[in-house]
């Protein structure tokens, strides 16, 4: 059984009116035409939602966007390439999801995805599948970084997660991590 309700005569004029008026209101308010209207709300419902959620972090596809629009450092080594990115309050879930699309990504590189926040740094050492298995060990690499930060961590040969506290040595931890992925990629050494 199905209800359909109908206004006609003055109450259905009243409630177009108030709709109309309604509709006005809110393309005011939005600054946006009221053709837009459904689209700039459904804009603002996922903006708000992201906010919620991620508090105001982007999304995994958001800094992988970012990367592929130049966003970090890129520095090259013969064929291949270190890119280094760094992140305020990224989770380690959305670091992880880049860090794969990387390693499926053509081309040799190693990269380095960190993220700090109040509880310290976070970050992620990486080789893509194109890297010749051998050429780095992300796990050493990882240690290195951490033993600068004053944490911990480790992993394969290709993956390595590790973090720590010391948020003011960041710089340095990423520089020496860099130089370490550059020398293995150029043949100096793992």
């Not at 939602?49 to 990367?67: I, M, Q």
């Amino acid at each position: 059984v199905r209800r359909i309700e109908a206004l006609t005569g003055i109450e259905g004029a009243r409630r177009v009116r108030a709709d109309e008026d309604l509709l006005q209101s809110l393309a005011t308010k939005l600054r946006t035409p009221r053709e837009d209207l459904e689209q700039r709300i459904e804009s603002l419902v996922a903006e708000n939602r992201a906010l919620k959620g991620g508090k105001g972090v982007a999304s995994d596809r958001d800094l992988l966007a970012e990367l592929d629009s130049g966003y970090g450092e890129r520095r090259t080594v013969g064929s291949g390439e270190v890119v280094i990115a760094t992140w305020k309050d990224a989770p380690q879930e959305q670091l992880l999801v880049v860090a794969d699309a990387l390693k499926r990504r053509a081309g040799e590189r190693a990269f380095i995805l960190a993220s700090s926040g109040d509880d310290g740094i976070r970050f992620i050492v990486g080789t893509s599948e194109a890297l010749p298995p051998g050429t780095v060990h992300a796990g050493n690499v990882a240690r290195q970084g951490a033993g600068i930060l004053g944490g911990g961590g480790g992993g394969r040969p290709d993956m390595a997660q590790a973090g720590g506290k010391a948020v003011e040595r960041l710089d340095e931890a990423l520089e020496a991590m860099a130089r370490s992925l550059q020398d293995s990629i150029a043949g100096n050494g793992s």
